[in-house]
């Protein structure tokens, strides 16, 4: 089904409705956003220095250390990666609290969420989920592992990650990496979700000698240099001071940077994976029989893809 161009069919559909949906009256409203929303517009991505007051930022900085060090979830070595992680998930939905500050400034802050749902073309609830993060990687290892690092795009339609750096970020700090202006459905973009259905097939059913081995990098599919070529594919490191907010559309090209040796970065994202399914999800849902079809609908290929 790969071959013969579902996946174009899809992938138009939800460009189609997409480009029809009005987005949410709360932050359509806000014009005090408008150049941002228009930077999201055409490059995928806004980057916010200095986004909370000092001593509003020194409070959040505070509270994601003492939770860091009392309720994150330590994996070492995490997947075989080599890179150290602390992490924790938060829903304050779920009645999840004790970090008032992180929920009122950070989680529950209006120019993110606005700038979210500009994206998204959806709602998205008073306070988002978030997950505190601490990656570090010990002196010995080496970050050459994980497939995180490799360039990919999340979904072939809108989606967002949102950080919020608590530390700062060099690039030697495992910073972002990202493609501006990627983010666009060309055509250009959809002869590559084609082939790229097409390999990921191939490698998701352990048919790894018809892979194009062009397409794998630490055996996942991702873009060969025609591809990067085409699409004018050009990463840049996102890297930024302590209290920047970072919202991309992750429809475009990006990839967690390696760290260096003796290295960490510290952030809070913002999880925005419940908000930005296709408009079909709940009906699908809520339906077992046509449960299966989730992963062909909302991934670019016939199968879910990992997201980092």
């Known amino acids: 089904m790969n071959r013969i161009g579902l996946p174009l069919l899809r992938i138009s559909l939800l460009s189609s409705v ?21 930077i ?27 939770f860091d060090e009392t309720h994150n979830h330590a994996e070492p070595d995490r997947h075989g990666t080599g890179v150290d992680w602390r992490h924790a998930a938060w829903n304050w939905a779920n009645g999840d609290g004790g970090m ?22 959806a709602p998205v609830p008073p306070a988002l ?35 919020f750096l608590v530390e700062d970020c060099a690039v030697e700090d495992g910073a972002f990496v990202f493609a501006p202006g990627t983010h666009r459905l060309t055509q250009e973009r959809l002869a590559f979700e084609h082939e790229f259905a097409v390999q990921y097939a191939l490698q998701q059913e352990g048919r790894l000698d018809e892979v194009d081995p062009a397409f794998l990098e630490r055996n996942r599919v991702t873009l060969d240099e025609a591809a990067r070529r085409t699409l004018d594919v050009h990463p840049l ?8 907010l970072i919202v991309a559309n992750v429809c475009a090209f990006h990839a967690r940077g390696p760290l260096t040796p003796g290295h960490s970065r510290s952030m809070i994202r913002m999880l925005c994976y419940d908000y930005q399914l296709p ?26 893809t990992s997201a980092f």
């Not at 001593?55 to 900085?61: D, G, I, L, Q, Y």
């Not at 008032?100 to 073309?121: G, Q």
Request: glycine share 2%.
């Open 18 to 38: 997409y480009d029809r949906l009005p987005v949410p009256e709360e932050a359509a409203a806000d014009t005090s956003l408008a150049d941002l929303k228009a």
């Open 40 to 66: 999201l517009d055409r490059d995928g991505i806004v980057v916010l220095p200095d986004f909370l007051p000092e001593p509003v930022f020194e409070a959040v900085r505070r509270e994601f250390h003492a």
């Open 237 to 244: 490191s996102i890297t930024g001071r302590r209290n920047t």
């Open 279 to 304: 408009f079909y999800w709940k009906a699908i849902a809520g339906e077992p029989a046509l449960q299966p079809m989730i992963p062909m609908l909302t991934s670019g290929a016939l199968q879910p």
């Open 129 to 163: 989920r978030v997950n505190l993060q601490h990656l570090s990687l010990p002196p010995d290892r080496v970050d050459d592992r994980d497939v995180e690092c490799v360039l990919h795009a999340d979904r072939p339609f809108p989606c967002v990650k949102a950080f």
């Open 100 to 121: 008032p500050t992180i929920h009122d400034a950070v989680a529950s802050n209006p120019v993110a969420r606005r700038l979210i749902m500009h994206v998204l073309r």
